[in-house]
């Protein structure tokens, strides 16, 4: 190994961040104190505790953070910490507006009052369609009843008489028929037929004639005073009835007056009630019309004198936490329910139905972010209710005014509750920069931590919320060993080894797979061995793309070289993610150089296959290039880049590192070594830059090589800003400690170049120049000749040429 190996060659101890869980002194977890509450997210706890406990309705509360970090827990924890010190909230019914009928009114009622209410006014209808008939078949109904009709068959028949008499003294006879009344005249009181009638002499004719007038007169005159007669008892009978209605329902009601009188609204609803049954006393004597009592409180007539309970909180302890898996519009706001009848549709007050809002009235309400805006008209309607402090349940259609048909407009409702959004990072500040609403109504943002420091006695914590994890889901229990393991993977799952996820869903999983590790193997405790094969498992799961993979550089279909030594070729590494797994793979990297005007092809670019990131590191190699070989004389370069068998896109610019090295050995013929691939980005005076996904890059070129055979020469090239990343697997960590295979971490692109070409980069003296024997010198020499020749081809040509 090279003095230049040896520098930048990293120690088997860099390569993996191992717990230090033996300077602490337990077996298992079961040794370990459970964890009160999580670790680590003390920024969005704090922001959690300061947005509920602000009394304004528009410090509602955004949850930001990415999926697997255990916030619905989390958040639902902390909002029933609150809950529980809070008063119940109150119940919420519609009940009918007499009045205006299409229009329900609302009754707020101490917790757990709607239900006895709703009860008792159900009995009291039950009572009363007992009594009420009862009342009306009473002797002294019956008695005042029979009086008003026999006051007004007296009066009429009265009248009648009146009519005899007069009629009798003027010879005309007053006959009642089954249509009514006929006059005829009468000689020594017999009835004279018409042609008896037409007998008589004229004299007498004529004077009966007269006396028939009068008498139509007065019989006409007696006859429309009958109406009046009947509409007066008509009176009094409902008079009658009225009174009768009223001493039952006055009777029965009072217990109920009693028993609410502390609550105006309800003694205003059941003065309302009273009024209505009184006035509707037919209902109640005889509703099925057969003289037969068989109807009962759910009968349609009598519901409008019940309750809908739209929100019951009898039984609820503190303010409710609600959580609505599916906020779809109606789900949030409530709706108004139909019943088909007869081809029609109806409804009424009591199909009025509680949305999530109303249920979290007085409390919380936890919402997907990205659930709400994806269902329609969930957004807008939740912003509407939050701006506006109210419940209007109304339907879309309504709103779009796509029908006109008359429908009910309940009285809306008064809130007071907290929302809680949960969502990611990302549409957070989406809705920030194009929702002006939004910053409006959720002024308060609780952002989820990602990792824990791995300092101090955090790992011992991490170790508790292991225990507590384990003891929560019912696991067996983990020995001491086991639960470094699951730190160390924490550690790896991080992308740092001095840091910890906190995704608690990922942490789970492998507890309950470890579990089931263990139990294949018979054993009552997890151990170190259980935990690597469930992580194991969860990688041979998803791997089958990454295997064939594999195959297909081992036949050569993809080619890729681990031995030799090859001119302006490169094993740069790249990162691929599918789904939930994710590993690296090596890929060929070749240069072209030529003389030309200082042009650089990057072919990905040009075939409209390389994204921007990568277009901007070719850029950047470009005016390194510019900066260290051409300050003071043009770049006769012509050159171009391609990542050979891709056939997908390319983005990043984590193989800037590997383009430029390729592209020096083209214009220096420096051969470069095959048995190392490199990755990492630079910037414009060539310093190595950190790049993301380095365990699984580095892991992916060990594998091929360990596939093929590790000749003790291969390794992989990184930038030093990475090492603090490294948390590489169990067997490359072995190969490097034998010294099979060997990371390198530069904090420069030349010494890679040293590396990869075992040449010095070498260093300019005062005029610039570069030792001979260095990189550098060859490719300041190769351009010196380009420019030479350019030179050459540029002059004019003169006569003895010709």
């Known amino acids: 190994m090279t003095d230049a190996q040896q520098q930048y060659r990293l120690s088997p101890e860099q390569l993996y961040h191992r717990s230090e869980l033996q300077r602490f002194d337990f077996a298992t977890t079961a040794d370990l104190k459970a964890l009160s509450t999580t670790i680590g997210q003390e920024r969005a706890l704090q922001a959690i505790e300061f947005g509920v406990s602000m009394p304004h309705c528009s410090f509602n509360l955004y949850v930001m953070g990415s999926t697997g970090l255990g916030r619905h827990t989390l958040v639902r924890e902390a909002l029933q910490e609150h809950a529980d010190k809070a008063v119940n909230p109150s119940?919420?019914?519609?009940?009918?507006?007499?009045?205006?009928?299409?229009?329900?009114?609302?009754?707020?009622?101490?917790?757990?009052?709607?239900?006895?209410?709703?009860?008792?006014?159900?009995?009291?209808?039950?009572?009363?369609?007992?009594?009420?008939?009862?009342?009306?078949?009473?002797?002294?109904y019956q008695r005042r009843h029979t009086e008003i009709m026999e006051n007004l068959k007296h009066e009429e028949e009265t009248a009648t008489q009146e009519l005899g008499r007069l009629a009798a003294e003027r010879s005309i006879v007053l006959l009642r028929g089954p249509t009514g009344f006929t006059l005829t005249p009468q000689k020594d009181k017999q009835i004279l037929s018409p042609e008896q009638f037409n007998a008589l002499p004229k004299e007498e004719k004529e004077k009966f004639l007269i006396a028939l007038e009068e008498m139509k007169d007065k019989?006409?005159?007696?006859?429309?005073?009958?109406?009046?007669?009947?509409?007066?008892?008509?009176?009094?009978?409902?008079?009658?009835?009225?009174?009768?209605?009223?001493?039952?329902?006055?009777?029965?009601?009072?217990?109920?007056?009693?028993?609410?009188?502390?609550?105006?609204?309800?003694?205003?609803?059941?003065?309302?009630?009273?009024?209505?049954?009184?006035?509707?006393?037919?209902?109640?004597?005889?509703?099925?019309?057969?003289?037969?009592?068989?109807?009962?409180?759910?009968?349609?007539?009598?519901?409008?004198?019940?309750?809908?309970?739209?929100?019951d909180n009898a039984e609820t302890h503190g303010a409710p936490v609600v959580f609505e898996d599916n906020p779809t519009y109606q789900n949030l706001i409530g709706r108004i329910e139909h019943v088909a009848h007869m081809g029609t549709l109806h409804t009424d007050f009591t199909l009025i139905k509680a949305g999530a809002l109303h249920q979290a009235n007085g409390g919380f309400l936890i919402l997907d972010a990205d659930k709400v805006l994806l269902k329609p008209f969930a957004w807008e309607g939740l912003k509407r209710v939050l701006a506006a402090q109210e419940i209007r349940i109304e339907s879309v259609e309504r709103q779009l005014s796509l029908v006109s048909t008359i429908s009910l407009e309940p009285q809306p409702i008064p809130i007071h509750l907290k929302v809680v959004l949960i969502g990611s990072r990302r549409l957070f500040y989406l809705l920030k920069a194009h929702d002006p609403e939004f910053s409006l109504l959720f002024k308060v943002a609780a952002d989820f931590s990602e990792e824990l420091p791995r300092e101090n006695d955090n790992e011992l914590l991490y170790a508790r919320l292991i225990a507590t994890l384990q003891h929560r889901e019912g696991l067996r229990r983990i020995d001491r060993d086991g639960v470094g393991r699951i730190i160390e993977y924490s550690a790896r799952r991080a992308w740092d080894s001095d840091k910890l996820s906190l995704h608690m869903g990922d942490l789970v999983d492998l507890l309950r797979e470890a579990d089931y590790q263990a139990a294949q193997g018979k054993s009552d405790t997890v151990r170190r061995d259980h935990?690597?094969?469930?992580?194991?498992?969860?990688?041979?799961?998803?791997?089958?793309?990454?295997?064939?993979?594999?195959?297909?550089?081992?036949?050569?279909?993809?080619?890729?070289?681990?031995?030799?030594?090859?001119?302006?070729?490169?094993?740069?590494?790249?990162?691929?993610?599918?789904?939930?797994?994710?590993?690296?793979?090596?890929?060929?990297?070749?240069?072209?150089?030529?003389?030309?005007?200082?042009?650089?092809?990057?072919?990905?670019?040009?075939?409209?296959?390389?994204?921007?990131?990568?277009?901007?590191?070719?850029?950047?190699?470009?005016?390194?290039?510019?900066?260290?070989?051409?300050?003071?004389?043009?770049?006769?370069?012509?050159?171009?880049?391609?990542?050979?068998?891709?056939?997908?896109?390319?983005?990043?610019?984590?193989?800037?590192?590997?383009?430029?090295?390729?592209?020096?050995?083209?214009?220096?013929?420096?051969?470069?070594?095959?048995?190392?691939?490199?990755?990492?980005?630079?910037?414009?005076?060539?310093?190595?830059?950190?790049?993301?996904?380095?365990?699984?890059?580095?892991?992916?070129?060990?594998?091929?090589?360990?596939?093929r055979g590790l000749s003790g020469k291969q390794g992989v090239i990184i930038p030093r800003a990475n090492v603090r990343h490294l948390m590489l697997k169990q067997a490359l960590v072995d190969a490097a400690a034998d010294g099979r295979f060997h990371i390198y971490a530069v904090d420069h692109v030349e010494q890679a170049l040293g590396l990869l070409t075992g040449l010095p980069a070498g260093v300019p003296d005062g005029n610039g120049i570069f030792p001979e024997g260095s990189v550098n010198h060859l490719v300041q020499m190769r351009l010196a000749e380009w420019i030479a020749l350019r030179q050459h081809y540029a002059s004019p040509v003169t006569a003895t040429e010709k």
């Open 91 to 140: 119940d919420w019914c519609y009940i009918t507006n007499f009045q205006r009928p299409h229009t329900p009114q609302i009754l707020q009622l101490p917790a757990g009052t709607a239900r006895r209410l709703r009860a008792d006014l159900r009995q009291l209808i039950s009572d009363l369609l007992v009594a009420i008939p009862a009342a009306f078949q009473g002797d002294e």
């Open 531 to 707: 935990i690597q094969a469930a992580i194991d498992a969860q990688a041979h799961r998803a791997s089958q793309l990454q295997e064939q993979l594999w195959e297909e550089m081992l036949k050569g279909v993809l080619r890729i070289d681990t031995s030799g030594s090859q001119l302006a070729q490169v094993n740069g590494l790249t990162f691929l993610q599918l789904g939930d797994y994710s590993f690296g793979a090596p890929t060929r990297i070749t240069a072209t150089a030529r003389l030309g005007s200082g042009e650089l092809i990057d072919i990905e670019r040009e075939s409209e296959q390389g994204g921007p990131v990568h277009s901007k590191g070719v850029m950047i190699l470009t005016s390194y290039l510019a900066e260290r070989y051409a300050k003071h004389q043009p770049l006769s370069l012509s050159a171009s880049l391609v990542f050979e068998q891709t056939y997908s896109h390319v983005e990043g610019d984590s193989a800037s590192a590997a383009e430029l090295c390729a592209l020096i050995s083209a214009m220096a013929d420096v051969p470069i070594r095959q048995t190392l691939a490199i990755t990492g980005s630079i910037n414009q005076h060539g310093q190595m830059q950190a790049i993301g996904g380095v365990c699984e890059k580095i892991e992916g070129f060990f594998d091929l090589c360990h596939k």
């Open 219 to 311: 019989l006409k005159e007696t006859m429309s005073k009958v109406p009046e007669w009947q509409h007066k008892a008509q009176n009094r009978l409902r008079d009658l009835d009225r009174e009768t209605m009223k001493l039952t329902v006055t009777q029965f009601m009072a217990e109920l007056e009693r028993k609410y009188r502390e609550f105006p609204s309800v003694l205003s609803h059941l003065a309302d009630i009273k009024a209505e049954m009184i006035e509707n006393a037919d209902q109640f004597r005889n509703p099925d019309g057969d003289g037969e009592q068989n109807s009962s409180p759910d009968d349609p007539a009598f519901r409008r004198y019940g309750i809908n309970i739209l929100v």
